[in-house]
């Protein structure tokens, strides 16, 4: 066969293969298109959610299970790992609100960068000392005593330790009217032992003839002013006795005679 014609026959055959690799590629590109799903940004519809009544049995499990987590280590969790340790059974959208809620939560802190969550105790309380720091500054600065609920919430052991606090006399308790335990530090260095004959004489001293006006104006002379309105009591007002309904003989004078009839 002449070389020329082989020439021109191969020539045909790699054009022929171009153009059926280029009419190939668009429908196998327009079918992987097909076939790759589309991907949608997620939406959650807490709105809905916010009106599921089982919405703060979540919460408050969740929160319960940081503060538990808290007094056993100091690491934070991921809401992921938060639901599977409560053993909550939640979709996406419910796991977006409980997400939220827990940043929202003042018992609770949020890392941002980590994307996890911690508890947030109303006092960095890790033991016996940090109790006794804590207890020592309030007094010493005058912020008064600690809630035994928060002290609750950063130990495990506050009873036992407490117990070992109030052995050592650097612990003093005072129950309030909503029945809330608060704790204050016990300052030893202040108080002096007082001898017999002066407690009795202190006891001795009666003050049931004084009235309360006489002490205020006592305390006004060498002075001493005592709170505005915590003395003032409100005046009792006497109740006006009810009137009595008198009895008054009716007459039907009003009556039209033709109205009234006799009967035998």
């Known amino acids: 066969m002449n070389s020329n014609l082989l020439q021109q026959h191969a020539a045909f055959k790699r054009q022929a293969a171009s153009a059926n690799s280029s009419s190939s590629s668009p429908s196998a590109s327009s079918s992987k298109s097909r076939s790759e799903p589309s991907k949608k940004r997620f939406k959650p519809d807490l709105k809905s959610v916010s009106q599921n ?10 929160v319960d299970k940081l503060r538990k987590r808290y007094q056993k280590e100091r690491k934070p969790i991921s809401v992921e790992d938060l639901i599977k340790a409560v053993r909550l059974d939640l979709d996406p959208h419910e796991k977006m609100w409980l997400a939220n809620a827990l940043k929202e939560n003042v018992k609770v802190e949020y890392d941002r960068e980590r994307d996890k969550f911690a508890f947030k105790p109303a006092y960095p309380i890790h033991n016996k000392v ?40 650097l612990l003093r308790t005072i129950r309030r009217s909503d029945k809330q335990n608060v704790l204050f ?7 002096a032992p007082m001898e017999a004959q002066f407690q009795e004489m202190w006891n ?12 205020e104006n006592y305390l006004r002379r060498v ?42």
């Open 53 to 62: 009544p089982n919405t703060f049995k979540w919460l408050k499990l969740s």
């Open 130 to 169: 940090d109790l006794l720091t804590i207890l020592r500054d309030h007094y010493e600065t005058g912020m008064g005593g600690i809630l035994e609920s928060d002290v609750k919430e950063c130990l495990m052991r506050h009873e036992e330790i407490m117990t070992e606090i109030k052995e050592e006399g």
């Open 185 to 191: 530090y016990r300052d030893t260095s202040v108080e």
């Open 204 to 215: 001795s001293v009666s003050v049931r003839e004084i009235s309360e006006q006489d002490i």
């Open 223 to 264: 002075g001493i002013s005592t709170m505005e309105g915590f003395n003032k009591k409100k005046a009792a007002t006497k109740k006006k006795p009810a009137k009595r309904r008198r009895n008054v003989r009716m007459l039907n004078s009003h009556l039209d005679s033709k109205m009234l009839k006799e009967f035998d």
